[in-house]
């Protein structure tokens, strides 16, 4: 998938990630405040990085990642090392926010870190896509690029109130979430619901089909995997339901 002038790569690979359908599926921020409460990856954020982006995340892991790549230089990414087939993050003479950057590089879409290179890292399998050469040049090249970021390691209840700005939120989802350190199991979806329906702004909401705490469309069936699809579900707190109809498109995603 070809990147849109002006927007950033991930700079890790994370389970549930929205990076690819930030541009095509979801509407763009109209405010120059953007807010994720489950942050993650910050897919949706990469998108619009110019913007006053502040990431909320529970997962102190994923915080820590970040706050490491607010404020690496570029050449302290360059030198990171490669891991060797037969190595482990254990191996590398690095601070830990380093390994758990790797480690998050070793299996796509993982949930948290791993310590040992997935099979198709051993085979070689589209090497682009694991942790080397391409990987560390794109993150290097991006660092700078978000030095005005903030991350705060907290839930979204801790998210401040009567705030205007673009919010995009993309919880662990209520039925498939179970795979996160910190999934659906722990969320009072009712609650969330109540408080996304609080926000000011504009508000972004992301779920899969199932879900029932909000009044969700249907938004598209995203091909996950060569014989599996998600078919994804949306809710707007502006959306003119006569203006926008439910969709149900096919996104290819190239694995």
Known sequence: MAVVPGTLRPFFSYYGGKWRDAVKLYPAPRHKKIIEPFAGSAGYSLRYHQHAVVLYEIDPV???????????????????????????????????????????WLNRAAASPRKSPSAWMRAGIRPGSFWGERVRNTIAAQVDSIRH?????????????????TWFIDPPYQVAGRHYRFGSEIIDFDALGRWCRAR????????????????????????????????????LNDFDAASTPDLFGEVAHPK
Not at 62 to 90: F, G, M, N, R
Not at 149 to 165: K, L
Not at 200 to 227: D, H, M, Y
């Open 149 to 165: 970021w903030e991350v705060h390691n907290s839930g979204y209840i801790e998210c401040p109130d009567d705030v205007e700005a």
């Open 62 to 104: 994923i915080v820590q990642v970040w706050k490491y790549l607010i404020q690496v230089s570029p050449s302290e990414i360059l030198a990171i090392p490669d891991l060797e087939p037969d190595q482990t993050c254990d191996d590398l003479n690095a601070i830990q926010e380093v390994k758990w950057l790797v480690g998050l």
């Open 200 to 235: 000011s702004g504009q508000v972004i909401v992301c779920e899969n089909e199932g879900a029932t705490w909000l009044p969700f469309r249907q938004l598209a069936s995203i091909k996950t995997t060569r014989s599996n699809r998600s078919h994804e579900v949306y809710w």
